[in-house]
């Protein structure tokens, strides 16, 4: 079992890639507040997940360091002294990577080298913890998909995040570096870029909603999806970064309570008190693209970890909204009426995007 | 079923990456046989399988383009017009990729994204033919091992194969470049490198037997593995190539008939009439790296394409003796006497090495 997270950080140094990014923002300020000595590096490239506001609960406590992953030199340093390493920095958009692989191919898997070779040299004894996604699986051979499902991933972006996971996996068999190894379902909450709806499905929707827009519903809006709060991301990866029986294993986060596309929308409408929905077509690309229903199978972190999420759809979609309410303007600045129309076409692509 | 490979050929074009090395110059021959334009892309990288000899009976029929498989612009122009792409460049030392991850990662990861970008942007009714390696599989899990079997990879090159061939998968799923993807068992034969033992463990063994060297068995030399010559690998790379329903599969290449080292080892001794062998201790390094017996299932390969090896393990290792002995000057140079004790630390190396 692991050690009481409320203790097992008090005085630990923790480096955390992607740190001004959705999750990553979230677990800086959760381990600052755990008495951490936090370093977060992140590039903040245009587009991708980061931003300055996310880390402003903490911004005195946390130590910011700008530079992007594949920076041999910069992470040479950065690692040494650390205990713990997150590594969440990474392209994440399944689109963008079919459009130009080699983003992910640099970012994602080179990145994820020149970090592990880092630790290799200047700190072995650190501990890992690494987030990839469920999309490592592809399409669903049985459900809920548990970690020894085929992966099959459809997409260049899903390819780097298991190519990395499989890296990390040799340095810490050959190695020795102690890591953890977790395939992140669909999150949402506070912190998530809100400005384009390439990534992050379910916090785009509450964009829309928000903005009184109306929320899309492709097909018959039957498809499952799990859907996990950032704070029980967080306290997945925290806890088990501190489990030594999780080192070398790979972990589903998620919940095991499916959704429909259908009721993940009507709750999002219910809890914001704003927007509507609608049905829409499948275009043929889509449809192609659209990996059918998914959920995760988390025994593995409950037994080993001691972990399950605790927070409902219905009460993560509340704090959500509250702080996309108070912090609006930090993520997106255009008013409800002024983008109705124009941003359509961006509001149509959102069932095809991923964590 | 495949069209027969003797007619399909003719008058075709083909390029072939890595077409100097091992595998990639015994196909360009075949295929300059069967009446195929081909193109032979090789950068020549030290030490790797590259050997302008190996393309000497060919040498007025083939067309030789060095240049680096992560030369985007090369690439762009070397595609078009090819009516098939035999991809086999790599960098495929197991060892070097532990030492050193990103030649693995620059060169079989990013250069199958070049070349196949190249194919969609300039040249997407080629048809592809990847070489994977059996490594992609790691340790068995049950034997003989089919195509569905977990794919834990021990090592970065192991990974590197591994992505590449998933990213070659996508782009024949979202994109519609029709590939074979094969994983390659240990193949032998003509044409291998010879100055080194980091790979090809079979031909390995053949040098050291050639001069006269005691080879090695590791452990009571039991371990299985099956071993396929190359001429029935180029027809099992070539007749893929021709059959439709091979397209988006993924094939292991190799014999179903396991040998244990020590077989082998007896076997090259007799065949070779040189040579000898002892057995000697595994360190503790080389057990933790041996992933244990293995050998393929073929059955996916000889139902759907139509193949199966027709060389047996003497048959292979008397044709592979008789090119060495006639060529030998070509792949190595040091007389046995004077290279028998400075290259004994480089035998002792032979069974850590993979295809």
Same mark, same amino acid.
């Given at each position: 079992?692991?050690? +009481?997270v409320?203790?097992?950080?008090?005085g630990?140094?923790?480096?955390i $890639? #992607?740190?001004?990014g959705?999750? /990553? !923002?979230?677990l800086?300020?959760?381990?600052?507040?755990?008495?951490?000595k936090?370093?977060?590096?992140?590039?903040?490239?245009?587009?991708?997940?980061?931003?300055?506001?996310n880390?402003?609960?903490?911004?005195?406590?946390?130590?910011?360091?700008?530079?992007?992953?594949?920076?041999?030199?910069?992470l040479?340093?950065?690692?040494?002294?650390?205990?713990y390493?997150f590594h969440?920095?990474?392209q994440?958009?399944?689109?963008?990577?079919?459009?130009?692989?080699?983003p992910?191919?640099?970012?994602?898997?080179?990145?994820?080298?020149v970090?592990?070779? +880092?630790?290799?040299?200047?700190n072995?004894?650190?501990?890992?913890?690494? $987030? #990839?996604?469920?999309?490592?699986? /592809? !399409?669903?051979v049985?459900l809920?998909?548990?970690?020894?499902?085929?992966?099959?991933?459809?997409?260049?972006y899903?390819?780097s995040?298991?190519?990395?996971?499989?890296?990390?996996k040799?340095?810490?068999?050959?190695?020795?570096?102690r890591?953890?190894?977790?395939?992140?379902?669909?999150?949402y909450?506070?912190?998530?870029?809100?400005?384009?709806?390439?990534?992050?499905v379910?916090?785009?929707?509450?964009?829309?909603?928000?903005?009184?827009?109306?929320i899309q519903?492709y097909?018959?809006?039957?498809?499952?999806?799990d859907?996990?709060?950032?704070?029980?991301?967080?306290?997945?990866?925290?806890k088990?970064?501190?489990?030594?029986?999780?080192?070398?294993?790979?972990?589903n986060?998620?919940?095991?309570i499916?959704?429909s596309?259908?009721?993940?929308v009507?709750?999002?409408?219910?809890?914001?008190?704003?927007?509507?929905?609608e049905?829409?077509?499948?275009?043929?690309?889509?449809?192609?693209?659209?990996?059918?229903?998914?959920?995760?199978?988390?025994?593995?972190?409950?037994?080993?970890?001691g972990?399950?999420?605790?927070?409902?759809?219905e009460?993560?979609?509340?704090?959500?909204?509250?702080?996309?309410?108070?912090?609006?303007d930090?993520?997106?600045?255009?008013?409800?009426a002024?983008?109705?129309?124009?941003d359509?076409?961006?509001?149509?692509?959102?069932?095809?995007?991923?964590?």
């Open positions: 079992m692991s050690q +009481a409320e203790t097992a950080f008090k630990k140094t923790a480096l $890639t #992607g740190g001004m959705f999750i /990553g !923002s979230n800086a300020i959760r381990l600052a507040n755990l008495g951490a936090v370093t977060v590096l992140d590039s903040m490239i245009p587009d991708y997940g980061g931003n300055e506001f880390l402003a609960p903490v911004k005195d406590r946390v130590r910011i360091n700008y530079c992007d992953i594949r920076d041999e030199s910069a040479d340093y950065l690692v040494r002294g650390q205990d390493v969440l920095a990474g994440v958009c399944h689109l963008m990577s079919l459009s130009n692989p080699f992910d191919i640099q970012i994602n898997i080179t990145g994820t080298a970090l592990m070779e +880092a630790l290799r040299k200047f072995p004894n650190a501990i890992c913890v690494y $987030t #990839g996604t469920r999309g490592q699986y /592809g !399409s669903s049985s809920p998909v548990n970690e020894e499902a085929p992966t099959n991933p459809k997409g260049i899903e390819i995040n298991l190519t990395a996971e499989k890296i990390i040799v340095y810490n068999d050959v190695h020795g570096i890591s953890v190894l977790l395939r992140l379902s669909n999150i909450g506070p912190r998530s870029q809100m400005k384009h709806s390439r990534f992050g379910c916090n785009w929707f509450v964009r829309l909603a928000m903005d009184n827009d109306a519903v097909g018959d809006g039957s498809i499952l999806r859907f996990c709060y950032v704070d029980d991301t967080v306290e997945a990866i925290i088990s970064a501190v489990t030594p029986k999780a080192y070398g294993e790979i972990f986060v998620g919940s095991d499916p959704v596309f259908l009721e993940l009507k709750t999002i409408v219910d809890v914001a008190k704003m927007g509507s929905w049905y829409a077509e499948f275009s043929a690309e889509r449809k192609a693209q659209e990996p059918g229903d998914f959920y995760s199978d988390i025994t593995k972190m409950r037994e080993i970890v972990w399950s999420p605790t927070t409902t759809l009460q993560g979609l509340e704090k959500t909204c509250e702080y996309y309410r108070k912090n609006r930090y993520y997106w600045s255009k008013a409800p002024e983008r109705a129309l124009k359509m076409p961006a509001a149509k692509e959102a069932t095809a995007t991923k964590v």
